[in-house]
């Protein structure tokens, strides 16, 4: 098992520091839930109320229906792997692994084998003799995942993990993390992380946590493809979904905006008659503006580009948005520099925001 329940939680420091607020979350066991959201949300502070590690100020946490405010981390059937490795310098990798098992008062049967097992299933087998210090950053977080696999616990807690490793020991880490999930389907994995590229490829769900409370609850491409707020859709996706304002001008199937810097716009939300004249903000990601030679959402310098390969960013003199627009087209466009180009996009891929909150989710 592994079912967590979290039912109006909330965290306040010292009385007057309010932190998380009504927070209500189901996990089912087996799954890898991710939290997200800006620095100072809050998302390594309910990370670490699960834990045990901090208090909880209100509301419930249940683990298999076992209320859990008050039992010591310990007993909660839970490991937690932290930023630092937090390894000991004077252990083998053996010795930092099998360390837990051995307070524990495990035979030495039972913790080799335990620890057999978790080199296996995180490559380690061949570095099981060697000191922390003769190993790669990488490998040491491995170490630190396998010191918590050979517990046994029902619930792991992942909080940024990753996030002390260079760019290309995050991904190889990162598939490790993923293969590891895929070996124990049966274990819930909450893991806390900044990095959306972790988030959008690991999880199964993910936890956008704002405004001292949950924005929204999804799959990675529920968020990505229907964001139910204007936090959402410019949290997840890089570059940030660009926003512009306008006003609603026609209703019904489909709905069509007047844009303020004089564009048009058509999205596949439906509306309705009374929605006639409000004041929107449409949302379209980088990857989904096309350039066009007729009337399109509107029309910018393009003051930058950044040629990566694969795909050129194109960045826009600011048209009565903050931040600047930003459009990424397939393939290379070296020549846009300077030039003023009009964009557009397909109306499946324009959203409609009113007061902050998607028309799709009335």
Do not use: W
């Amino acid at each position: 098992m592994g079912n967590v329940v979290l039912k109006d939680v909330s965290k306040t420091y010292g009385g007057t520091v309010n932190v998380l607020n009504d927070i209500d979350l189901q996990i089912t066991a087996g799954e890898l839930i991710v939290f997200v959201g800006p620095s100072g949300c809050g998302k390594s502070t309910l990370l670490r109320m699960i834990a045990g590690l901090e208090k909880i100020t209100g509301g419930t946490l249940e683990i298999d229906g076992q209320r859990m405010n008050d039992v010591p981390p310990a007993q909660r059937g839970i490991a937690m792997v932290f930023q630092s490795y937090a390894l000991y310098p004077h252990m083998t990798v053996r010795d930092n692994m099998a360390f837990a098992l051995k307070l524990a008062k495990k035979s030495k049967e039972e913790i080799n084998e335990a620890v057999e097992e978790a080199a296996r299933k995180l490559q380690l087998t061949d570095y099981l003799d060697r000191l922390p210090k003769a190993l790669s950053g990488g490998q040491r977080q491995r170490v630190a995942i396998g010191r918590s696999i050979v517990r046994d616990p029902k619930i792991y807690l992942f909080d940024e993990p990753l996030s002390n490793l260079d760019a290309a020991l995050r991904v190889a880490t990162r598939i490790e993390i993923a293969r590891l999930k895929e070996e124990m389907p049966d274990r819930t994995m909450i893991y806390v992380t900044h990095d959306q590229v972790e988030a959008m490829t690991l999880a199964d769900r993910i936890v956008v946590l704002a405004n001292k409370g949950i924005a929204q609850v999804g799959s990675p491409l529920e968020l990505y493809e229907r964001p139910q707020n204007e936090m959402v859709a410019t949290f997840i996706g890089s570059p940030a979904m660009n926003l512009l304002p306008g006003k609603i001008t026609g209703t019904g199937a489909q709905t069509e905006i007047s844009l303020d810097d004089g564009g048009k716009a058509v999205s596949h939300v439906q509306t309705e008659a009374s929605d006639m004249g409000k004041t929107v903000n449409i949302g379209v990601r980088p990857e989904h503006l096309e350039a066009t030679d007729g009337e399109g959402l509107f029309t910018g310098r393009v003051d930058i580009t950044e040629a990566l390969g694969e795909v050129t960013l194109l960045y826009f003199e600011t048209v009565g948005t903050d931040p600047a627009l930003i459009a990424k087209l397939p393939g290379v466009h070296k020549d846009r520099r300077g030039q003023k180009v009009t964009m557009t996009a397909a109306p499946e891929h324009v959203h409609v925001f009113h007061e902050g909150q998607s028309l799709l989710y009335r």
